[in-house]
């Protein structure tokens, strides 16, 4: 029997190798979150201030990704002083259209707001009020409080998470009261049914759905269709004249090309769900879109006339968070604090077969980036993200979404190392301990 006092030293021993893991494994996943969250370790890509450099590391990036198609372009202080264009087929150039995907949200919620400056509809008003060809279905809540500054916001408790597919050449689009009710081309994993399943105004869900309702809204409040409206009230007056949500019948010139991940030629989806996945715009215009926020070079006023200047900066303050950080405005993604007191904000899209986009500027300083690519799932809102960190040293919230498994990874493995060294070290400590007090017991026996 082991002496009364080699037990309690062992025990002791065991207990400062529990807090010492315990103190290990808290410092990890500080040191892991503080990498992911606050980009500690983390260099930017090119020289502060460097345009030129940072646009050179970032062709290179695609280069080595190989997209089908890409137009690049960075604005500083207002003004485009970087495009860059690559294509595996057709020539790209600053006016090639390409079809955004969920980038088209941020524009229709341009002209949501119209509606709303021009007193035709209220932003915290029921939508059901507006709509006379759908309603929304009757929920466990009140249906009331779902109001176009939540649905704008993806905070009105709608849980169909759309995603939308689209439909092939030569398939009907569904009609859009039929598409609300169930989404014929609802993305995986969802079933394409626009309904409330949580608290209005409570958490962050994402919802494709909730924009094919504003579509609606736009429809049914000034009786034209969507891309007519949009097309006068937004688009023509800001510049953007390439851009449209639905393209002539008999097709439009200089269109990107659509590629799948293989660089071979991808299906051309049409939507029935416009206002959330069908823009078709270009760099150029998507440059005149983020002038638009800025005074022109002219005396132009901020908003251009289509929006106030308070408007545009309403639609970028937060409306939701997500862990503790904000993400999201009216209609506008939250990348990361610009240090002055606001957002670098924008939009990103992403679709089937592989199709991704993003914009993103700062208002406070002017600076921008348009990233258009058929031919990669990612490399858009990578470039993009990367342009955030290298402008403000923060971490775009979207890079920290798509790291995010990695860094679990990274998480998890450390933590394995540092309770598997844990147990072996008390394990090694008791058995010292042990054999130690036996040969003490023994001594003392004789």
């Known amino acids: 029997m082991l002496p009364a006092a080699v037990v309690g030293e062992s025990m002791r021993r065991l207990i400062i190798v529990g807090l010492a893991a315990f103190a290990a494994l808290l410092v990890w996943s500080v040191v892991v979150a503080g990498a992911a969250l606050e980009g500690w370790g983390r260099r930017p890509i090119a020289p502060a201030g460097d345009a030129q450099a940072f646009a050179a590391a970032a062709m290179e990036r695609a280069r080595a990704a190989s997209p089908g198609d890409l137009a690049f372009v960075m604005i500083e202080d207002g003004h485009p002083t970087v495009e860059r264009f690559s294509s595996i087929g057709r020539p790209v150039d600053r006016d090639t259209l390409f079809q955004v995907a969920s980038l088209s949200k941020w524009v229709t919620a341009l002209g949501v707001m119209h509606l709303v400056e021009t007193g035709r509809i209220d932003l915290d008003a029921p939508v059901d009020t507006y709509l006379k060809r759908w309603k929304l279905p009757p929920s466990e809540y009140d249906n009331r409080q779902v109001t176009v500054r939540r649905l704008l916001s993806h905070t009105a408790g709608l849980t169909d998470g759309l995603g939308y597919l689209g439909f092939a050449p030569g398939q009907p689009l569904q009609p859009l009261p039929d598409s609300l009710t169930r989404a014929a081309d609802a993305s995986p994993g969802h079933d394409g049914r626009v309904r409330v399943g949580l608290p209005p105004g409570g958490q962050w869900k994402y919802s494709g759905g909730g924009y094919a309702l504003l579509q609606l809204l736009i429809e049914d409040v000034t009786g034209e269709p969507f ?220």
């Open 227 to 446: 891309d007519t409206y949009m097309r006068h009230a937004v688009l023509e007056p800001l510049g953007m004249s390439r851009s449209r949500f639905v393209l002539p019948a008999d097709g439009v010139e200089n269109l990107a090309e659509f590629f799948d991940l293989g660089g071979k030629p991808a299906t051309h989806f049409r939507f029935t769900a416009t206002a959330a996945a069908s823009l078709y715009t270009s760099a150029a215009d998507l440059t005149r879109l983020i002038q638009a926020h800025l005074p022109g070079p002219a005396g132009e006023p901020i908003g251009r006339g289509v929006l106030k200047p308070e408007t545009l900066a309403a639609m970028r303050k937060p409306h939701a968070s997500q862990f503790g950080a904000d993400i999201w405005g009216l209609g506008a993604m939250l990348y990361a604090p610009n240090g002055k007191g606001g957002y670098v904000v924008g939009h990103d899209g992403n679709n089937d077969p592989a199709i991704n986009t993003a914009a993103r500027f700062d208002p406070a300083r002017g600076d921008g980036i348009v990233v258009l690519e058929t031919g990669h799932k990612i490399l858009a809102t990578r470039l993009a993200g990367e342009w955030v960190f290298w402008k403000t040293g923060k971490v775009d919230n979207l890079m920290v979404i798509l790291e995010s498994r990695r860094t679990f990874k990274t998480l998890a493995v450390g933590w394995a190392v540092i309770l598997v060294g844990s147990v072996g070290l008390g394990w090694w400590s008791w058995r010292r301990r042990q054999i130690g007090g036996s040969d003490v017991a023994r001594a003392s026996s004789r």
